[in-house]
């Protein structure tokens, strides 16, 4: 099963794919976690998930922790695939939760009442390109799998 989680392929794809993903996710998670980038912090966060969207503190910690440290886990490829789905879940949680009533496209001209879900979904499919594919060159997965 570690053997499954951990194969990859030495190819560029998941390596552009799990840098790119990891590095837009990670500030999202900073802004939940510590409060970097103008984020609340972690205690704001669970009181808002909490208070404005009923989502529960269990569920708010995992949606932190798949964001910051999941996205550790993207940038250097170590249990990639898992990383990846985690990401995957948030971001279907976001856009069901969240931006589905705010339509398709994200809020560029500042005429609509919130944000689209066309960033989520392309996180959605990097994340399941990840799912599929492994981590690939210069991952912490394919060193691992090298050596067991």
Request: proline residues 2%; glycine residues 16%; neutral net charge.
């Given at each position: 099963?570690?053997?499954?989680?951990?194969?990859?392929?030495?190819?560029?794809?998941?390596?552009?794919?799990?840098?790119?993903?990891?590095?837009?996710?990670?500030?999202?998670?900073?802004?939940?976690?510590?409060?970097?980038?103008?984020?609340?912090g972690f205690n704001s966060t669970l009181t808002a998930f909490q208070d404005h969207m009923?989502?529960p503190a269990a569920v708010t910690i995992l949606v932190i922790i798949s964001e910051f440290?999941?996205?550790?886990?993207?940038?250097?490829?170590?249990?990639?695939?898992?990383?990846?789905?985690?990401?995957?879940?948030?971001?279907?949680?976001?856009?069901?939760?969240?931006?589905?009533?705010?339509?398709?496209?994200?809020?560029?001209?500042?005429?609509?009442?919130?944000?689209?879900?066309?960033?989520?979904?392309?996180?959605?499919?990097?994340?399941?390109?990840?799912?599929?594919?492994?981590?690939?060159?210069?991952?912490?997965?394919?060193?691992?799998?090298?050596?067991?």
């Open positions: 099963m570690l053997r499954r989680l951990i194969s990859t392929d030495d190819d560029v794809a998941g390596l552009v794919l799990r840098i790119t993903l990891g590095a837009v996710m990670w500030p999202h998670g900073a802004q939940k976690l510590v409060g970097w980038f103008g984020g609340g009923g989502i440290f999941g996205s550790i886990g993207l940038i250097t490829g170590t249990i990639t695939r898992f990383c990846a789905f985690g990401t995957l879940c948030v971001m279907i949680g976001a856009i069901f939760m969240v931006h589905l009533p705010n339509g398709f496209f994200m809020n560029w001209s500042g005429q609509q009442s919130g944000e689209g879900f066309e960033f989520h979904l392309l996180a959605v499919a990097m994340a399941a390109a990840l799912m599929i594919k492994g981590g690939g060159r210069w991952s912490v997965d394919a060193w691992l799998a090298d050596r067991f």
